[in-house]
């Protein structure tokens, strides 16, 4: 199958079959069987295409103007004189995994790994590893520095804080006390080898910040600790199901009673936490479902009553203390999804009963208590993926789609984090026709690259101010039938234009000064890449190779501050083997002028909407004035290039405020109502341990609005606190040191759904540290980790003969983990 994956902003087409592994979800990547005919290999590949399951082309969409340019004689024999190719040797069976390692060290990493036949003499198989320190323009086999031994299929490659780098040896269990790793602090120039007291079950978890600090899972269920980089390892505790760094030194983890057997009841475990590196632990709660960690918020979901629905208790304080989130719970034909989080708030989906495909969206205040209803018949397809994106390029913006009662999908986005919800304007250069009664652009998402009809989610950069770059369709609502194409967005989304006709992958280098996208070819071999320096209003296309070869992916520097790229792929050679090869390319021989002053504008973010003057630009309380590049000017923003603003406050409006717990912004108004089951302005919840008489006018301030003075619903403040049973963490803390039966590691593995945020922030592609995806990995120089892997091709038709599909993904941001069938949420 083919897998897409956008890690970073950096999209690699993954290549492969799926496997599942006790740590998690996991890719691993085989050849199609070898005694496949040929007359079975084209049956098969006509299916593949034929079927509305693959990326489409059908009919074309409206009509959009577009530019392009040709690329003069003296540029491409600058990009000619800049381009680097290297081949490396596969074989049947094997597969490719390329890593970024540190920030501007220019250092990749290539582990080739060929899986040896079942009746070979050789034992599990052979790894090569490759390391180049110039961006992907040279390689260098540097296999003797881990005595050529053979690297793990599955997370085999690990890449943390600063520049280290952890590879797992694929070593049997049987006849072995312990598996092997070899360590880096240099990012690969010397690697240590140590001997594990133990076998991983998953990756090794690098701490947010200090990369001294591991923490792995055993096979056995035992949870093990480093503080030294791997060289010594010390038990923290048995029966361990999931585990997550907090703030600070904080380990929370769920485990199983020291009192019960071994049995198939979910709701039972017991979630501790250790804040001395696990000198000590406190019990925070018993009967809990499944945790996660986000942001400043420790999330867990408690059957309180055998077979008995969900509820989510939150904490802002480490666990010190907790109280129960005033959301709907869940039955087990239901699920919790935290879609994103920061340190001021949550946006939580509550699935709604059934196979609905939908639920209801919700955002928290800033002790993750009270939660208000944000979107209704938000969109969570069959297999539990979301479209929801946070738009990192502009504060405040978020980007998803709603299931509408008429059957349609429709996109939808907020500028105020959730507080409204609004269908996204018409391009400015697409015509709809008059058959069209209502024409927005449509935003395809997870679940249409789960349907496999887009290869790439939309994506945005931090530090490229207002761009936005999406496939999308223009109509009623998004279209599977209409030729999906290429969209681009410079102020976060409130302006729209067509920019590529077609599936595209596509990067975004020079913090938004330059664009590169490959054309998504079903059948064909690619050659040419695409770039825009003028955020994709005009494009000029470079021939990078002469002899052309099947994508796998892009793959560039995370940070989006490099200018080279790599395109990657594999041409068949005559022998029959596949020749993977990495084109580098280098813009910056192109893009040689240094950017000044005069290159920049002064640009207010938000200001799109128009208004008054005074509140033109007032988005969550503050006006924010951005230097960013200006649109025309061809020069590089360079590694220094730092993001700059000014801010300032506004005058409060209703806009500030979101309504209240049991209150719901009426349809065509915004005043908050209160709703039917509220019966008075006191309601009662438990809050800290104790019963709060919560006294509310319907409204409360958005979460992160710094707005001053102006309008002011004049919310009450008293409260009425009496005792509740609802009880904080335990006082004493208990040390454990009992042999506890664990779980089946595969079936009872407790996952959170998420779409995290944060860029270049996922080590293994859909393979996460500990069981839990909801954990966001904070560090932002933490690389992405890319697999390619062989295809089969018939010399010829050039038949490839792999199905395809679509993968997870991190726009930029975080991103979406996807689960076991049996997902625990």
């Known amino acids: 199958m083919w897998r897409l994956v956008v890690l970073g902003g950096l999209c690699v087409l993954l290549l492969g079959t799926e496997s599942r592994s006790p740590g998690g979800r996991s890719v691993t ?17 006509r299916r593949d295409t034929s079927g509305s399951s693959g990326i489409s082309h059908p009919s074309h969409g409206p009509p959009f103007t577009s530019c392009r340019l040709p690329l003069t004689p003296a540029e491409h024999k600058v990009l000619d004189d800049n381009t680097h190719e290297t081949g490396f040797n596969g074989d049947d069976g094997s597969y490719v995994i390329l890593t970024w390692v540190g920030d501007g060290t220019g250092v990749i990493l290539v582990l080739s790994t060929i899986s040896a036949p079942l009746d070979s003499f050789l034992e599990g198989g052979s790894s090569r590893l490759y390391r180049s320190t110039d961006y992907g323009k040279s390689f260098h086999d540097i296999s003797h520095r881990i005595n050529h031994t053979f690297i793990r299929e599955e997370f085999g490659v690990s890449v943390g804080p600063g520049s280290s780098v952890i590879l797992t040896a694929d070593t049997p269990v049987v006849d072995n006390p312990g598996g092997i790793i070899f360590t880096s602090m240099d990012a690969g120039a010397t690697f240590k080898f140590i001997q594990l007291p133990f076998h991983l079950a998953q990756p090794v978890t690098y701490h947010f910040f200090n990369p001294d600090y591991l923490v792995a899972l055993s096979i056995d269920g035992s949870l093990w600790l480093s503080l030294d980089f791997g060289a010594k390892w010390t038990k923290v505790h048995d029966g361990v199901h999931s585990f997550s760094w907090g703030a600070g030194i904080n380990l929370f983890f769920s485990c199983t009673r020291v009192d019960t057997v071994d049995t198939d009841e979910r709701g039972d475990l017991v979630l501790k936490r250790t804040k001395d590196l696990g000198e000590t632990f406190t019990t925070i709660h018993e009967d809990i479902y499944s945790f996660g960690y986000i942001g400043a918020f420790l999330f867990f979901s408690v059957m309180e009553e055998p077979r008995s629905p969900r509820v989510m208790y939150f904490s802002s304080d480490q666990g010190d203390t907790f109280s129960r989130a005033l959301l709907p719970s869940a039955s087990t034909e239901q699920f919790y999804s935290i879609l994103d989080g920061d340190e001021d708030m949550l946006f939580m989906h509550v699935d709604n009963p059934g196979d609905t495909f939908f639920g209801t969206m919700y955002t928290s205040d800033d002790r993750g208590i009270l939660f208000s209803k944000s979107l209704e018949r938000h969109l969570f397809d069959g297999q539990r993926k979301s479209d929801f994106t946070n738009i990192t390029s502009l504060r405040g913006v978020y980007l998803t789609n709603k299931l509408d009662l008429d059957g349609r999908i429709r996109s939808v986005i907020s500028f105020n984090r959730g507080g409204t919800w609004k269908q996204l304007n018409k391009p400015d250069n697409v015509d709809c026709g008059e058959q069209v009664k209502s024409c927005n652009l449509h935003i395809h998402g997870e679940h249409s690259r789960n349907n496999r009809i887009v290869p790439m989610l939309a994506l945005s950069e931090p530090t490229a101010i207002g761009l936005v770059i999406a496939h999308g369709t223009v109509g009623d609502s998004l279209s599977s039938s209409q030729h999906p194409d290429v969209f681009v967005s410079s102020d976060g989304g409130y302006n729209w234009r067509g920019t590529l006709r077609g599936p595209h992958h596509y990067s975004i280098l020079d913090s938004g000064g330059l664009i590169v996208a490959v054309e998504a070819q079903r059948e064909g071999q690619v050659k040419t890449i695409k770039f825009s320096t003028d955020e994709g209003q005009c494009w000029k296309s470079y021939n990078f190779t002469e002899q052309p070869f099947f994508f796998a992916g892009l793959a560039c520097e995370p940070g989006t501050k490099a200018m080279n790229v790599s395109v990657w792929g594999f041409r068949p050679e005559e022998d029959g083997q596949p020749m993977w090869v990495a084109v580098t390319i280098d813009f910056q ?84 109502v209160r709703q039917p089951s509220a019966a008075n302005k006191s309601l009662e919840m438990c809050l800290n341990g104790e019963e709060d008489e919560l006294l509310t006018a319907g409204y409360r301030k958005v979460p992160s609005d710094r707005c001053e003075g102006g309008y002011n619903p004049q919310l009450a403040v008293q409260t009425v606190i009496r005792p509740c049973g609802v009880k904080p963490s335990p006082g004493p803390p208990d040390k454990s040191t009992s042999s506890v039966t664990h779980f089946d590691t595969l079936r009872e593995r407790l996952v ?15 393979v996460v540290s500990a069981v839990i995806s909801v954990r966001r990995v904070v560090y932002s120089n933490r690389a992405p980790v890319y697999r390619f892997s062989n295809l089969r091709v018939q010399d010829d038709e050039n038949v490839v003969t792999v199905d395809r599909e679509s993968g997870t993904s991190s726009n930029g941001t975080a991103c979406q983990q996807d689960s076991d069938d049996d997902l625990i949420e």
């Open 752 to 766: 959170l759904i998420l779409v995290c945020a944060g860029a270049g922030v996922i080590v293994l592609v859909a």
């Open 589 to 672: 021989s192109l893009i040689t002028r240094e950017c000044n002053d005069q290159d920049y504008e002064q640009w207010l973010a938000h200001s799109a909407e128009g208004g008054t003057s005074e509140r033109k630009g007032c988005v969550l309380g503050v006006k924010e004035t951005y230097r960013r590049l200006k649109r025309q000017s061809v020069c590089r923003n360079g590694r220094n290039f730092v993001v700059s603003k000014k801010q300032s406050s506004c005058l409060c409006t209703r806009e500030d405020y979101l309504c209240d717990y049991g209150y719901y912004r009426h349809v065509n108004t915004s005043d908050c």
């Open 29 to 45: 990547f085989r050849r199609t069987q070898q005694d496949e005919t040929r007359s079975q290999v084209r049956a098969r590949h």
